[in-house]
């Protein structure tokens, strides 16, 4: 049997005009800045309007480790959307949007899957709305106005040595991790070493996922720190007097984009931090908004359940004053027998015993989010290729762990796929079972936090950092940034910092290279193993095979 391509089925997308999808969930067709036919930004004052009414309920979607055989897991939070309005629910969706970088590299998009899609397709895994443009270009606007700030007179008395505030842009260019800036002579400035990151790493992408509006965000582009005087006092964004004309730029990108499924239900999709590097959520003014004109909002955090998750629950959750009533961990068949020890090319045989070696890694995710209060459903992410003994294994390894797994078919029927699993999301939902609460609380030292990530979460033995390290956590602490929370950056394919680890790994240790400060966000980055801030590309990156067909059409790009 054939099945047609996720490109394919995007092109035949019967989409409404995106007024339509506005008026399903309330927003009047003045309330939205349309972009074409098919895609808006809701505004601030709709946004403002609805603050009163009464939320609607929570639903995490996450995942096992990621492999190469694919998890699903934005297909499944599409699926579930979708499954949730078929039975009868008024529910809709939040995702992050897509990076250029992983798009030319190795991902591909992320807008779903089969008859699991977000559409346009193309659009959101391309411009979409500019918003990560407008973020790249705020980011840029701030670099380049220390170096001026340094370049004519530098008043502040920034130590260039101190200078902490890297560059951005949203493409994978090992070449930029590190680059000695402004040579070329004195006209240039004063040269000095520095590094790109992706623009999903730039804090300015945290703060407008996290921001609750336009006059919090201008305050916290303020809190950034950008240097350091040869005191070591802080010099912030606030000093150089960017934060205004940041703002300015990032106006429109605040916004949420409404957006539609292949079934016409509603999708916000909005900010784009990596999980694996940054905290993995889309903005919480999606999400805020979402709750406000729907009864169920389902969405996701990146990668498995180790980083995203751990992050939405120890970040976005704290920090928005949100709880998720659900989480939905989605696992496949197929990643179960690769944690199994089967390669890649022999994924299409039966090896049920494969599948039950495997499970470790599912059963350690469950834990794991038990450990936060809130209770688990596990969705088997079906395949063709899955046999009926495969799934069984699947189901009866979670029931060990007091969990249902539910097998669920969205990618190749839609909603009528996904039924039973938003049948049973619903059940446990009303069932008002979850008792949410963080790990680790403020006041925790910051060293402290990072070690209760890695034990518990993670299952090390130890931390490993250096006195450097160490002393500058206790010197943010004595500045006042100890209750701030973590951001880990770490492999996602691994509970450890081994990537080629997998399975439910004991015994390694998390050695911590470096930690940033992230103050306007509001957390702190410690930088674990050889994660990188700024990825490569592969030896063939996708972007080989990406190109306009002979009727104007894009081929290649998922």
Known sequence: MSYKSDIEIAREAQKLPIQEIGAKIGISSADLLPYGHDKAKVSQAFINSVQD???????????INPTPAGEGKTTTTVGLGDGLNRIGK???????????????????????????????????????????????S?????????????????????????????????????????ITASLGGVSNGFPRETGFDITVASEVMAIL?????????????????????????????????????????????????LVQTLENNAAFVHGGPFANIAHGCNSVIATKTALKVSDYVVTEAGFGADLGAEKFMNIKCRKAGIAPSAVVLVATVRAMKM??????????????????????????????????????????????????????AVKTYAATHGVEAVLSRHWELGSEGSADL????????????????PIYPDEMSLFDKIDTIAKRIYRADEVLADSKIR??????EEAGYGNLPVCMAKTQYSFST?????????????????????????????????????????????????????????????
């Open 53 to 63: 009414r009464t939320d609607g309920k929570l639903v995490l979607v996450t995942a």
């Open 90 to 136: 008024n529910a809709m969706v939040c995702i992050r949007e897509a990076s250029l970088g992983p798009n030319f590299g190795m991902k591909g998009g992320a807008a779903g899957g089969g008859y699991a899609q977000v559409v346009p397709m193309e659009d959101m895994n391309l411009h979409f709305t500019g918003d990560f443009h407008a973020i790249t």
């Open 138 to 178: 705020a980011h840029s606007l701030l670099s380049a106005m220390i170096d001026n700030h340094i370049y004519w007179g530098n008043e502040l008395e920034i130590d260039t040595r101190r200078v902490v505030w890297r560059r951005v842009v949203d493409m994978n260019d090992r070449a930029l991790r590190q």
């Open 209 to 257: 996922c996290l921001a609750n509006d336009l006059k919090d965000l201008e305050q916290r582009l303020g809190d950034i720190i950008v240097a350091y005087r040869r005191d070591k006092t802080p010099v912030y964004c606030r000093d150089i007097k960017a934060a205004g004309a940041m703002t300015v730029l990032l106006k429109d990108a605040m916004q949420p984009n």
């Open 339 to 392: 944690n199994g020890g089967v390669a890649k090319a022999d994924l299409g045989g039966e090896n049920v015993e494969a599948v039950n070696n495997g499970c470790a890694n599912l059963g350690r995710h469950i834990e794991n989010i038990k450990s936060f209060g809130v209770p688990v459903v596990v969705a088997i992410n079906h395949f063709v290729t899955d046999t009926d003994a495969e799934v069984e």
């Open 422 to 437: 938003a049948k049973k999301v619903v059940e446990i939902v009303d069932a008002d079972q979850a008792n949410f609460a």
């Open 471 to 476: 002393n500058q956590l206790k010197e943010w």
């Open 498 to 558: 081994d990537p080629t680890l997998r399975g439910a790994p004991t015994g390694h240790s998390v050695p911590v290279r470096e930690v940033r400060l992230s103050a306007g966000a509001g957390f702190i980055v410690a930088v674990c193993g050889e994660i990188m801030t700024m990825p490569g590309l592969p030896r063939v990156p996708a972007a080989e095979n990406i190109h306009l067909n002979d009727e104007g059409q894009i081929e290649g790009l998922f």
